[in-house]
């Protein structure tokens, strides 16, 4: 549906004032967007570094906005959605959309029922380099594409409950979900997922996972992420072979942007939970913009409800392959 009076700026509150709500502001800056923010903790201190209005509770936020945007911890997505989309409310969540199955189909279902729209931030569909890839799939630059490798390493989030795979669902439904999304993106449907996890004997926030994905149309997909020790570097990296050629790209080795020494200590400060962007536009501006103007003109997005409700499909189908030692079908 689109946004009542398009030359009006957008009422756009943000739920949750952390880490990953940062990245999503700065977008919706540029659209010139009315902020206003509610959160358990640290709304103040958002408010002043972005210009926001803060709200005492999650009812008086509702009653004062356009647009939802959800930064939430993963365990409580699900009913913030179900309250926005009640209060008329159109919606952007962070991913995961939801943490269960059921949960992000309930989500989706009640969005299409009430006629509000509801974006998952599947944010690296924003990354330059993963675009270009998914336009050469599409367009058959490498023919017919047969095996997907996505590899995805950083540090573990500061915070502990990351860890706890019961309020996040661990690396593959927090970190690993980016790469089940990009392999179902270019390759499609998935009929079965293979899983292992190994977390060190050490500390369970180093740990790594790997998931293999067979899709309908027959391609195999390999995930491979790692939750490293602090200070561990941000990396990304992808390789896509057709029956015509074959795509790869790794953010160490082929960064785009070369930075001198004070850059690179500059960079070296980061948290090594959330890829460096510095060397490039922003993929969560251009998410947002993405959204925004989707919610304006009534148009499409590159990213859907139904995507996002399918990401957390196979990556639950993961965890329960990492729980049970079998091949799970989807």
Do not use: N
């Not at 602090?230 to 070369?258: E, K, M």
């Amino acid at each position: 549906m689109p946004h009542e009076d398009p030359a009006a700026p957008l009422r756009v509150g943000i739920i949750g004032t952390g880490g990953i709500s940062r990245a999503h502001t700065p977008g919706w800056i540029e659209t010139g967007a009315e902020l206003h923010c509610h959160s358990l903790e640290g709304a103040d201190a958002f408010a002043e570094t972005f210009g926001a209005t803060v709200h005492a509770t999650l009812e008086e936020l509702l009653a004062a906005v356009d647009v939802v945007d959800v930064c939430t911890p993963t365990p409580v997505h699900a009913e913030i959605v179900h309250q926005a989309l009640d209060a008329g409310k159109d919606v952007v969540c962070e991913k995961p959309l939801a943490l269960t199955t059921e949960d992000a189909r309930s989500v989706v279902e009640h969005a299409q029922r009430v006629g509000r729209t509801l974006f998952p931030a599947h944010v690296v569909r924003f990354f330059p380099q993963y675009a270009a890839a998914q336009r050469a799939v599409e367009t058959g630059a490498i023919g017919q594409i047969a095996v997907l490798r996505f590899e995805r390493t950083g540090s573990f989030p500061t915070q502990p409950w990351f860890g706890d795979e019961s309020q996040s669902g661990g690396i593959v439904m927090d970190q690993m979900i980016h790469d089940i999304d990009q392999a179902i993106w270019l390759a499609g449907p998935v009929e079965r997922v293979y899983a292992q996890q190994s977390i060190s004997s050490e500390t369970d926030t180093v740990r790594t996972a790997h998931a293999v994905l067979t899709h309908v149309g027959g391609a195999i997909s390999h995930c491979r992420g790692l939750w490293g020790a602090p200070g561990t570097q941000f990396r990304y990296t992808f390789d896509l072979a057709g029956d015509a050629g074959r795509l790869q790209y790794d953010s160490a080795g082929d960064p785009g942007v070369v930075f001198d020494e004070v850059a690179t200590q500059r960079q070296s400060t980061g948290d090594g939970f959330l890829p460096d962007v510095s060397g490039m536009r922003s993929p969560y501006a251009e998410e947002i913009l993405e959204f925004a103007a989707a919610l304006t003109s009534g148009g499409p997005s590159r990213v859907s409800a139904a995507d996002g409700a399918y990401a957390v499909e196979v990556s639950r189908a993961a965890l329960e392959s990492l729980r049970t030692g079998r091949s799970i079908t989807c």
